[in-house]
Nanobody, 123 residues
Framework: QVQLVESGGGLVQAGDSLKLSCAAS????????MGWFRQAPGKEREFVAA????????YYADSVRGRFTISRDNAKNTVYLQMTTLRPEDTAVYYC????????????????WGQGTQVTVSS
């Protein structure tokens, strides 16, 4: 089993940057593909970004490509989401998740989830 704890959320203004972290414990971190998802009020949870087990491959949602960067540090058992040029529509609870697959954007293929961290972007 994998335990995931997100941190770094907060209230920022449009155009600001924010970096989320997700610390993992439990089984070997490098055995899992990692992803970030988000859920805005009244909306379904959606894919944001994913990174492969050793960080060499990444996926991004079209809405964040060029603004967000996912990375991981396997020595620290941590995955990051650097968010820049934030927009009000980025407001959501952000979740990290782990998958036994190398790299996937499919929510259903992630078995373990963190509790989420709130990101609020004011206009």
């Amino acid at each position: 089993q994998v335990q995931l704890v997100e941190s770094g959320g907060g209230l920022v203004q449009a155009g600001d940057s924010l970096k989320l972290s997700c610390a993992a414990s439990g089984r070997t971190f490098s055995a899992y593909g990692m992803g970030w998802f988000r859920q805005a009020p009244g909306k379904e949870r959606e894919f944001v970004a994913a990174v492969s087990r050793v960080g060499g491959a990444k996926y991004y949602a079209d809405s964040v490509r060029g603004r967000f960067t996912i990375s991981r540090d396997n020595a620290k058992n941590t995955v990051y989401l650097q968010m820049t040029t934030l927009r009000p529509e980025d407001t959501a609870v952000y979740y990290c998740a782990s998958s036994t697959l190398v790299l996937t954007r499919n929510l259903d293929e992630y078995a373990y989830w963190g509790q989420g961290t709130q990101v609020t972007v004011s206009s």
